[in-house]
């Protein structure tokens, strides 16, 4: 019999900053990861992946401009497995929201950051999301010619 992996959701979202792209990063404790949750019955993990991206940030402009492939990390936390879309928000303001079930927000801090940092930041699970992330998001944008 198979063993059923409990799925998570999540976005890496990305801004436009003024030279390159920013990374929105939470931090829980001492990890630092992409807003992200467990898909709910009777939800796809597309519309898990946007509730959490709300209800963690507070943010719900968000723009899949690059479609909805997604990258998953290998099994983790007793067989969670995480899977990210990558979307693109014009919101810089996120609120870390509390969560009703623990009374308290979810995360300690969030952080814009360039790729570099948030490669520098992020669990070694989650670097190859972020890899497949930075390399969509390059490929996909358009170089300004002079």
């Not at 209800?55 to 719900?60: A, D, N, P």
């Not at 979810?106 to 940092?117: I, N, T």
Request: hydrophobic letters at 35%.
């Amino acid at each position: 019999m198979k063993e059923v992996k409990t799925l998570s959701a999540g976005v890496i979202l990305v801004r436009k900053g003024e030279i390159d792209w920013n990374y929105l990063l939470l931090r829980a404790y001492a990890y630092w990861d992409f807003p992200k949750g467990i898909v709910e019955p009777g939800e796809s993990p597309i519309e898990a992946a946007k509730r959490e991206v709300e209800e963690e940030t507070s943010l719900k402009e968000l723009n899949f401009r690059w479609g909805y492939d997604y990258r998953e990390t290998g099994p983790y936390n007793r067989g969670k497995i995480a899977r990210y879309y990558v979307a693109e928000t014009n919101e810089d303001h996120v609120r870390l929201l509390p969560n009703p079930e623990i009374g308290r927000p979810e995360h300690d801090e969030y952080r814009w950051v360039s790729y570099e940092e948030a490669l520098s930041l992020v669990a070694a699970r989650v670097k190859e999301a972020l890899e497949w992330a930075y390399k969509t998001i390059t490929i996909d944008s358009p170089k300004s010619h002079g």
